[in-house]
């Protein structure tokens, strides 16, 4: 079949050599790769499977990683992996949800055809793919293996893009632009939210006259009025009314990299209240825009938000940023580097962080947020979007 | 907080009954569940938070479940849920995303608070959001306690529909059929992929003029070309030419209840062989659709199938067909009834099943599906849309 991988071999390659370097370090000889960011980004494998069991293995004495799946689903695997066919393992159907057996036997058996059952198997032990009935089955399965948890390995991995990487993050910052100016302009009294919500998804995939964009991780987040007092409620089925305040947390997607984009919209005059707080994240939000350069660490860029706000209205407890990029269903955080106490991960160029200053009081919230990624000297907004509550 | 759940307290409490008859049965005197959809069924809990760890205790001496969740997420448990707000734990942000502490090992204090850290405990051991780490921890943190597999104990309860459920099945169906109106309008030679798959999606969240559609939990699936060789994949950034075969793998969705639809599109004309085989899916298809009625099992339905494309060009080796619902991303199947060889599962009236007789051989795919409802003496189609290869 012709393979359409999207990047070079040899950034695979690259990829899969840091991967090997990270699992030399942790004493793991065989990594069970799992979460379906990892998969693509090890191999380029890319579809909506990963509700089935499947992954890569990779050994350290093989040239390739091994992709296994559902075996309806190995067309797909030839078609966008960079791997020879004979490295593409389909199972059976009657995996495929059974009680009577689970697709992490299969992984077992495949082990044992690679003489690696008696290996430190690493498993990403946290990951939305990696169930307590495969940690069970590999368990029972590989009675001479020695499980290590490998959580985000090669997530941490991912953490400094490559500029093709960064590429298709600039061409997702060029659909969420489109997408947020779509937002702003169907929002307003009288409009259900549904019909909103379906210029906003329409926005997403039409992207630019240049090029289309792809699903993003996370579906529109946009509560309103008393909705919008927390993190992560979607429209309902009514009109907006004068007076409301809609939360926007968006993102645009060009080839499964994300750019995240929030910004709060009120329709009709600002509350006071509002007002303060918006002043109060933005002023936040562009202190810490001008102090993250290479060297800083994630509590210290938190440290400059809660500096920052002191003395505004703003209150914040949760976390004020994360790593983003690549990603699946149900998020596009990579879960490793989170501005917040404790965090004592130094940035580099490449890494690219969600800014993301949201606050959610009792009785409203208020989110702005910027994508950026790290340089040489500071950091570059992948957006360009105005900071500030938009009033319709 | 103005509670908005959408269905009656009693119709949740009727759910909650019959989940501790079934806990009973098996023995688990405390149920965790952390399947978004079950914790939607029996909470009305509803919001894209399950990308961090999240679920319900269900005890057998309380009146009701007890929510426990990110603290930002708290507000949207108390708007989104028929529970007292002392049932609604939120945990603080440190449990993110750490790997000082998890979220299970708040959840293990929760239990201990009940005093019910000796008991046996269930879990969903299979479910994408229970991790093997989410076991490992409550393992270490509950010495006492007996961990047993509950997986699907509350997908079985799912799955018979209320006449409340089977309402928005319906809704979603009304939607479904404009979905595929639209794809089948604005797929054509010329035309970019990902705008059709933009209009497509906006047609899922607009809805109809009386009511406004919520996100599915699979995106469009609609591969063209040689992508129709496999199951899985979505659109890519290429325009439509002629000669292109595309297959639909759609979904309505209203209050995060599902109406999934599959058809298949040729732009221009159609090879004798695809005429062949959408023949021969179509009338395997429409045997089945007259064979199920109360009291046949899975295999039996399957039987019909495969008694009816004997002779035919049809080759197919996956299950045709499985219940469907309530769901989150990323499935809307419900991973209990199965239309394949071994499913002993008896259907009864008020279960809703796809028929979903997908083929993917290795030069192209046919795909033609319809999701049903048993009823008390057959089946009745959820959707209105006709059966047949559509041409453009």
Chains 1, 2 share one sequence.
């Not at 039409?206 to 792809?214: A, L, R, S, V, Y």
């Not at 209150?315 to 004020?320: A, D, L, N, P, T």
Request: aromatic content about 8%; glycine content about 8%.
């Amino acid at each position: 079949m012709n393979k359409q991988p999207l990047f070079d071999v040899s950034e695979y390659q690259a990829r899969l050599a840091k991967t090997k370097e990270s699992m030399y370090r942790q004493g793991v000889e065989v990594l069970l790769v799992t979460d379906p960011a990892n998969i693509n980004y090890l191999s380029g494998y890319d579809g909506w499977s990963f509700y089935v069991h499947q992954g890569l293995l990779i050994l350290m004495d093989q040239a390739e990683p091994i992709w296994f799946g559902r075996m309806q689903d190995s067309n797909g695997a030839k078609l966008t992996t960079w791997l020879n066919d004979q490295n593409i393992r389909g199972y059976q159907d009657h995996y495929v949800q059974s009680n009577l057996r689970h697709p992490m036997d299969f992984v077992a058996d495949l082990l044992k055809e690679f003489g690696a059952d008696k290996r430190s198997l690493g498993v990403e032990l946290d990951n939305y793919y990696f169930s307590g009935q495969c940690l069970e089955s590999l368990t029972e399965n590989l009675p001479l293996a020695s499980i290590m948890n490998a959580n985000l390995l090669v997530n941490w991995v991912r953490l400094i893009k490559s500029p093709a990487e960064i590429g298709y993050m600039k061409m997702a910052a060029k659909i969420v632009e489109k997408v947020m100016a779509k937002a702003a302009e169907v929002i307003d009294a009288g409009v259900r939210e549904g019909d909103a919500a379906g210029e906003v998804v329409k926005a997403q995939l039409c992207g630019t006259p240049e090029f289309t964009g792809d699903y993003a991780s996370i579906m529109p987040i946009m509560p309103s009025g008393i909705r919008t007092s927390t993190a992560h409620l979607s429209w309902v089925d009514r009109k907006y009314e004068t007076g409301d305040l809609v939360l926007l947390e968006l993102a645009g997607n060009k080839h499964r990299y994300h750019a995240p984009l929030s910004r709060t919209l009120i329709v009709g005059k600002a509350p006071t209240a509002l007002e303060e707080v918006a002043k109060g994240v933005i002023g936040g939000l562009e202190a810490v825009l001008d102090f993250i350069k290479p060297g800083v660490t994630g509590e210290e860029v938190e440290g400059c938000w809660r500096n920052a706000i002191s003395g505004t209205k703003v209150v914040k407890e949760s976390r004020m940023g994360y790593a983003f990029g690549l990603n699946y269903p149900p998020d596009w955080g990579e879960h490793t580097v989170s501005l917040r106490p404790g965090d004592k991960n130094v940035l580099e160029p490449g890494a690219t962080i969600h800014v993301m200053p949201g606050v959610w009081l009792d009785e409203f919230g208020f989110e702005c947020s910027e994508p950026i990624v790290v340089t040489e000297t500071g950091c570059e907004c992948l957006v360009n979007y105005p900071r500030e509550l938009i009033r319709k």
